[in-house]
C-alpha cells in the first residue's frame, strides 16, 4: 500500500512536536479537529482557544498552527484514501510517530471516520442545492374570466440554497393536474435511471 | 320557457351591464356585413391579438358615427366575456338567446353571438382570456441529468449519485440546481402525494354538484 503520509520536512518536525504533547490533552485536540473536518473554511479553534492551546502545551504560534494542520492533513488523508485503521497505524509509526500517538489517530479513525466519509459525500458542490421541498393543494374555483370552475391546483415550493450562502431562495411553481402528471412521469424516468445505475 | 323564468338567471349576472344596454339601443341601421365585421374585431381582441388597424379600416368603410360604434363594440365584447366565463354546463344556447332577446337584439345577431359562444372557437378564446388571471409560474420546460460524482478533492473513491435538474418557468425564470438522492425522493414521494390527494378531491361529491 503507498504511503499516505510522505515524510517531508515539515513533517518531520510535526512529528517532533506532536510528540512531545501529553497523551490525554492531545485525545481531546484530534476528537475536536476530526469533529470539524467536513466543514469547509471554517477555523477548529477560535483565536481565543489557540491562545490557550499554545500556553497549555508550551508551543509557540508557529509550532501550534504546525501541528493543528499536520494533524488534519494526516485525517484529511486518511479520509480521500479510505485506509484501514491498522494501515493508518502503521504508516505513522513509519514516520517516527509516537506508537502511543499512532494508536490514537488510528482509533479515533476507527471510531468517527466512517461518518466522516459519509458527510464529505453529501458535500458535493453545485451552483445551487435542493433543500427544501413543500406543496399546497387548492380547488380553485373562480377567476377573472372563468366562474364556477372547481379545478384542483398544487403549488410546489422548492427551497434552493446557493452554495455558499445561507438564504434559501423559494421557487413557487404551479400545476393543474394534467400538468402534475407529467412531471410526475418525468421523475418516475428520472427514477428508473438511479435504479439501472445500483 | 316562460319570460319570467329567464329573467330569474342571465348570463350577465344582476342588472344589465351599462355596455350591453347601451349596445343594444345603437343597433339601428346596423347591417348583418358590418355587424358580423365588428364581431371578428371583438374576438380578435378577446383572443389578445391587436385589432386597431382592423377597426380604422370598418371605421372608415361606414357613415355609423365612431361613437355609436364604439357602443356596439364595447357591448359585444361584454356579452363575449360574460357569456365565456360561465362553463356551458350551467348556460345552454338557448338561455343564452333567451337573454339577449329580452334586450331585443336582432335574431340574425343573435344567432352570430351564439357561434362564437357555443362553436368551436370558444376553447381558445377560454384559453386567451385566462392568461391575463393572477396565477403562479408553470413548468413550462423541465430537463434533467443524472450524475456519479466518482472522486472528489477530498475522497478518492465518492460514488456519489445526484440529480441536476434545469427548471424553465413560465415567467421566463431559469432554475439550475442540484438535487441530492434523499430530496429526490422527498420530490417524487410529494409529487405522487399530491397527485393521490387531487384524485380523491376529484372524486369527492363537492365535484359533483351541478349549478
Not at chain 1, 95 to 121: R, Y
Not at chain 1, 163 to 184: G, I, K, P, R, T
Not at chain 2, 62 to 85: F, K
Not at chain 2, 149 to 173: E, F, P, Y
Request: some cysteine.
Amino acid at each position: 500500500m503507498t504511503s499516505i503520509i510522505k515524510e517531508t520536512q515539515s513533517i518531520k518536525e510535526a512529528v517532533t512536536f506532536i510528540n512531545a504533547i501529553d497523551v490525554n490533552k492531545f485525545s481531546r485536540l484530534i476528537s475536536r479537529i476530526i469533529q470539524k473536518l467536513h466543514l469547509k473554511g471554517e477555523r477548529t479553534f477560535s483565536e481565543d482557544e489557540e491562545q490557550k492551546l499554545q500556553t497549555a502545551l508550551s508551543l509557540d504560534k508557529q509550532a501550534l498552527d504546525l501541528v493543528l494542520e499536520t494533524t488534519a492533513f494526516i485525517l484529511e488523508q486518511a479520509v480521500y484514501h479510505n485506509v484501514k485503521p491498522a494501515a493508518l497505524q502503521q504508516q505513522l509509526e513509519a514516520v517516527h510517530l509516537n506508537p502511543d500517538k499512532a494508536e490514537m489517530f488510528s482509533q479515533t479513525w476507527a471510531a468517527a471516520g466512517p461518518e466522516l466519509v459519509e458527510k464529505l459525500k453529501n458535500n458535493i458542490f453545485a451552483p445551487k442545492k435542493l433543500e427544501y421541498v413543500g406543496w399546497q393543494l387548492n380547488l380553485q374555483m373562480a377567476q377573472s374570466s372563468q366562474a364556477r370552475l372547481k379545478s384542483p391546483s398544487a403549488i410546489l415550493q422548492l427551497g434552493l440554497r446557493k452554495e455558499d450562502s445561507e438564504v434559501q431562495e423559494n421557487v413557487f411553481a404551479d400545476f393543474n393536474h394534467q400538468e402534475l402528471l407529467e412531471f410526475y412521469n418525468k421523475l418516475e424516468v428520472v427514477q428508473g435511471q438511479l435504479d439501472s445505475l445500483t | 320557457m316562460s319570460s319570467s323564468h329567464a329573467k330569474d338567471f342571465s348570463f350577465w349576472g344582476g342588472r344589465i351591464p351599462p355596455e350591453i344596454e347601451s349596445m343594444s339601443k345603437n343597433l339601428k341601421d346596423v347591417d348583418q356585413e358590418l355587424f358580423r365585421k365588428l364581431m371578428k374585431a371583438v374576438v380578435s381582441s378577446l383572443e389578445g391579438k391587436d385589432c386597431v388597424s382592423l377597426m380604422k379600416s370598418i371605421a372608415e368603410s361606414t357613415t355609423i358615427p365612431q361613437d355609436r360604434l364604439g357602443h356596439i363594440v364595447a357591448g359585444m365584447h361584454r356579452v363575449l366575456s360574460e357569456a365565456i366565463r360561465v362553463p356551458p354546463s350551467s348556460l345552454k344556447q338557448e338561455a343564452f338567446k333567451e337573454n339577449l332577446r329580452e334586450l331585443r337584439i336582432p335574431e340574425d345577431f343573435i344567432s352570430d353571438f351564439s357561434s362564437v359562444v357555443f362553436g368551436n372557437r370558444r376553447s381558445a378564446l377560454e384559453t386567451a382570456t385566462s392568461t391575463n388571471d393572477p396565477h403562479l409560474p408553470a413548468l413550462q420546460d423541465f430537463k434533467w441529468r443524472v450524475d456519479v460524482a466518482i472522486s472528489t478533492s477530498s475522497l478518492s473513491r465518492a460514488l456519489r449519485s445526484s440529480v441536476l435538474m434545469q427548471m424553465k418557468l413560465s415567467d421566463g425564470s431559469f432554475h439550475c440546481f442540484e438535487v441530492p438522492l434523499s430530496k429526490f425522493q422527498e420530490l417524487r414521494y410529494n409529487t405522487a402525494l399530491i397527485l393521490k390527494e387531487m384524485n380523491d378531491l376529484e372524486k369527492r361529491s363537492i365535484l359533483q354538484i351541478q349549478d
